[in-house]
Each structure stands twice: as C-alpha cells, then as structure tokens.
C-alpha cells in the first residue's frame, strides 16, 4: 500500500450489466452508516454514472476522511437513496475468516472492499 486509497467497506460484484453491492465489511463506513444493503443496484458514484465495474472502485476510494456520495436502487424503494460516507482505512480483521488472495494483475488483491 503507501498510496492513501481508503474506502467505504463495499465487496461489489457486476450482474447482469449493473454493479450491485455484493458484502459490506463489518465495522466500515458504509456498516456504521446502515443506510446501504447487499443487494443494492450501485447507479451513481459521486454524480458519475456507475458503467463500469473498475472505474466505480475507482471512484469511491480515496485519501481517508474525505467524503464519496453513493447513489443506489432498491427494488423496494420508488427512487434512488443517497448516500455520503466519509472514506476510512480498512483493516481486515485476520480472525474473521480467511482472505484469498487471487492473483490480479500486478499482485493485485482482486476481490476486495472498497
């Protein structure tokens, strides 16, 4: 690491064309928040359409303490719900399961929170 890129605590995955938010890492921003579920279809990062599965982890990490809106749908709600986290460093707790490593491109983690 080194680079200062924090996040909100999301596991995304994409499905059928949209980005939904697949885990939320316990004790994260967007845990102690509660407002975001796993199951939420991601739609807009910061104002920026979510399109693409990399550019939205891209979008919502950042340096820590620094806010990131999220834009959801939900099936159940009429309209998209808002959310603004402030960006943390995330520990992974080494006690709460294993963490695969799958190799990425340049020894990346793939499969991570953001």
Same mark, same amino acid.
């Given at each position: 690491?080194? *680079? ?22 316990? !004790?994260? $921003? ?12 991601? *739609?807009?990062?910061?104002?920026? =359409? $979510? ?11 950042? !340096? ?5 809106? #999220? ?6 709600? =009429?309209? =998209? ?10 520990? #992974? !707790? ?7 490593? *799958?190799?990425? =491109? *340049? ?8």
């Amino acid at each position: 690491g080194g *680079s200062g890129r924090c996040g909100v605590g999301l596991k995304l995955k994409e499905r059928g064309g949209k980005i939904v938010i697949e885990k939320i890492q316990k !004790d994260s $921003a967007a845990d102690m928040d509660a407002r975001l579920v796993p199951g939420d279809v991601v *739609s807009a990062v910061g104002g920026e =359409p $979510a399109v693409e599965l990399s550019r939205v982890k891209e979008l919502i990490q950042g !340096d820590a303490g620094t806010p990131v809106t #999220i834009e959801v749908a939900r099936s159940n709600l =009429p309209y =998209p719900l808002k959310v603004t986290l402030t960006r943390r460093s995330l520990h #992974i !707790d080494r006690t709460s399961g294993s963490v695969n490593q *799958s190799r990425g =491109p *340049s020894g990346v983690f793939s499969g991570v929170f953001q």
